[in-house]
Structures are given as structure tokens and as C-alpha cells.
DNA sequence: CTGGATCCTGCCCGATACTG
DNA sequence: CAGTATCGGGCAGGATCCAG
């Protein structure tokens, strides 16, 4: 069951066996968002193979980085607590990608799960707790998320709820998230819209949510 | 050149895209510890194929991660700034690893870069800091370093110089960094030998490196 | 001898079809 | 919905060869 090795002895050496393999760190990625069905991990990861998928589930499981759960009637999938200690990798990781992200290319999806992990690696806490609670109503592409911002914490889910300020942002936002382009810029170039609320409060964001390039 | 992609748009996504290819984490673990040659890296990589090599090689240098040095007759392979700013992901990473690290089997080879690395990984400054400036002379398997602490910098060297512990360590010293064996009963059951130096001393050690299980 | 390039084999990945 | 089966292509693995 041990992957592919590499013929060292090492902690990288040893986590690369683990989590190495194509597709893995991405599917530990979204289940970082939350319990995922088979289905819902396929559609996140558009691109790739049901049998690589079904794979890479059953050597995660094997590896003890996930759980598969019957769920009454369906089988969800979630990080067990050894899995959920990726977390700083996939951060570290997502943060570093970051910097050399360019605008998305048309054949890029941009799905809620990478896009919630992307605002978690760029959350900045200590300026969030200088600031008032903020909701925001948020879409990239296709994702639309609420994200809520209280103190140092930040929530990102699917649903619905009241929001202070709700945007829609086109390819390009990543420069407002790196400062490259200032709030105002933004809107008034098209990146953002702003759907409802105070555009000010677009500022407080990006003041939140930053990651330099 | 772009590595094959996909498909997606995110920060995780495109740090995969350019570091995740099979061997590519490796060599740049190599590359942190310090510049290396072509035959160096093909040393300390054992089973890595010379083509496999050559082409990473050249991947990490397209996308700007490693740099090509001719160095007075001789090329010399370093990380640009960019893929020095790897180091957290490779510290994240080998840290997650090494808690589900085994002993040593038959067949593993223990490096000195993939040890320094994980010294570094282990390293402890807020501890070290409290602690009087040391230099150990380490064994494990073929890999001898020289280690230097002082003050909340760490030094790891293939040099020698006057150390205050020389030890060699058998396979299950990790038990000693994990805090599964303590110091006296590593000496008491073999696991490390004290060749010079106040045996004490491998206390201050398991103290200043230590990544639990 | 170092720093690769080349060739060939085999296995993993990718795409699609299919099944309980 | 949650996977398994099948098959082709391409990257990985290992050995060998070549240029400076």
C-alpha cells in the first residue's frame, strides 16, 4: 500500500510518499473546506479521473489522512485529525502559488473550494481584529460565497445570508488581493462591481483578505 | 512549458503546477541547504534518473526557481529568491512527514541535506535561545554534520570544528527528537552513542530538537 | 570526470465506457 | 451516485552513450 518510494529516509521525503502524488494535496485541499461526497470531490476537481480519484481516496485512507463515512444513505469523505494537520502545508503552499498567479486563463475554472482556501491563506487576522464584523456577499466566475469576517476568525461557506457588502469580481481580482491595483482602481476599471452596500467597505477587504506579490 | 495543469485557477493549483512533479520538492529541499552540483544532487537523490534530473532542472529554472551558475569551470545549481521562499512549504511539509516517519528501513538512505533539513524542521529557537551556545558532531548512518546553535540561529555544516557533544545515533534516534525516548535511556539502550563530550549534554539536544508525534 | 543526452521498457495517468 | 473496467499515451525508471 506504501506509495511509490523514494528510496530516502526523511520528514519531506516521507510526506512527498504521502501526499505526492498527482491530484492528492488537491483533494486534500477541498475536504480542508469541509466533508465532501465522491460526487462533490468530481466536480470540484473537473479534470480529473474517476478512477484516479477512486485511487487516490483509497490510498488517503490507507495513509490515515481520510476517513470515509456512511452518512445515512451516502458516503462522505473527511480529514481524520493527522489529515487535518496539512493544513499549514496546503496554506504554505497555496500562498507561495499565489505570488506567480497570473490573470485565469478561459479554459481555468474557478471553484468555491480552491477560491475559499485562497481567502484563507490570504486572511490576514491581526488587521481583521482591528476591524468592525463584516459580512461580504461575494462571486468570483462562477463561485459565489458569503464570507464572514469577525474578530481574528473567518468563516467561508456556500450559503446565504445577510451581507454588508456584496461584489462581483472579474479575472484581475487577484491584483486587488496583491495591491496592485487599489480599491477605487478596481471599480472603477470594471474588476469589481459591486452589487449592493458601500464601496467603501471594498477597502476593508483588501485590506483583510492580502497576499503580496 | 507549463507543466501540465489542472485546469483550475488557484494558489495551490499553481504551486502544484510548478512544484509538484514528481522529484521537483526534493531537489529544492536539496537547494535550501545550499548550492550543489549537477553529480551533488545526483548523490543525494539516489534513485532519481539521470534524464528525470536533468529535465527538473531544467522545469524549476524556467519557472524561476532555480537559477544555472557557471562558477569557474564548474555549474553550480542555486534557488533564486523566489524558490527560497519555498523553505516554509518544505519545513510545513517535512514536519507533517515526520510524525508519521518509521525507523529506518534496510534499504533507505539517510542523506546529509535530507538531514539538515529536518534538523532544521525540529529546530526549536524560542528554546534554544534560553540555552547556552553548543556545537554537536552528529553520525546518522553515512550523514556526519556539524551543528551549530547559538542563540536562536542554527548552523548545519558538513565541516568539522571543535564541538562540545560528538554522538553517533543508530536508526531510532527520531524516538529521541519525538520525545518518545528520553536521553539518558537513548544512551542506556544504544540508540545513540557519546563518542566525545559530557553526556549531558544529549538532553540539551533532544530539548533544542523536538517535533512530537 | 562532470554534466548531461539518448534509447527503451514499464507503469502511472488520462479519457471514456460501463456497472451495482 | 459511487465507483470499476479497459485501453492508449506519456512520464518515470534504468542503462548506456556522448561532449567538454
Do not use: C
Not at 485541499?29 to 476537481?45: N, T
Not at 483509497?58 to 496539512?86: D, F, M, N, W
Amino acid at each position: 500500500m506504501a506509495a511509490r518510494d523514494y528510496g530516502q529516509y526523511g520528514g519531506v521525503t516521507r510526506g512527498l510518499e504521502l501526499v505526492g502524488e498527482r491530484w492528492a494535496l488537491l483533494i486534500v485541499r477541498d475536504l480542508l473546506v469541509g466533508p465532501r461526497r465522491y460526487g462533490e470531490l468530481a466536480g470540484g476537481l473537473a479534470r480529473i479521473p474517476s478512477n484516479i480519484l477512486a485511487a487516490r481516496l483509497k490510498e488517503l485512507q490507507a495513509a490515515g489522512i481520510i476517513r470515509r463515512v456512511p452518512h445515512s444513505r451516502v458516503i462522505v469523505y473527511e480529514l481524520t485529525p493527522y489529515g487535518r494537520e496539512l493544513e499549514p502545508v496546503v496554506l504554505a503552499l497555496g500562498a507561495w502559488g499565489f505570488k506567480s498567479l497570473g490573470d485565469p486563463r478561459e479554459e481555468q475554472v474557478i471553484t468555491p473550494d480552491a477560491m475559499t482556501m485562497d481567502l484563507r491563506t490570504a486572511f490576514r487576522p491581526q488587521v481583521a481584529e482591528q476591524l468592525p464584523a463584516t459580512a461580504y456577499a461575494a462571486r468570483f466566475g462562477h463561485a459565489e460565497l458569503l464570507i464572514r469576517v469577525d474578530g481574528s476568525t473567518l468563516d467561508v461557506t456556500r450559503g446565504d445570508g445577510p451581507v454588508d457588502l456584496a461584489f462581483a469580481a472579474g479575472p484581475g481580482i487577484r491584483r486587488l488581493i496583491s495591491g496592485e491595483l487599489g480599491p477605487e482602481r478596481a471599480i472603477e476599471t470594471g474588476v469589481v462591481e459591486v452589487l449592493r452596500g458601500r464601496r467603501a467597505l471594498l477597502g476593508r477587504f483588501a485590506s483583510t483578505f492580502h497576499l503580496a506579490a
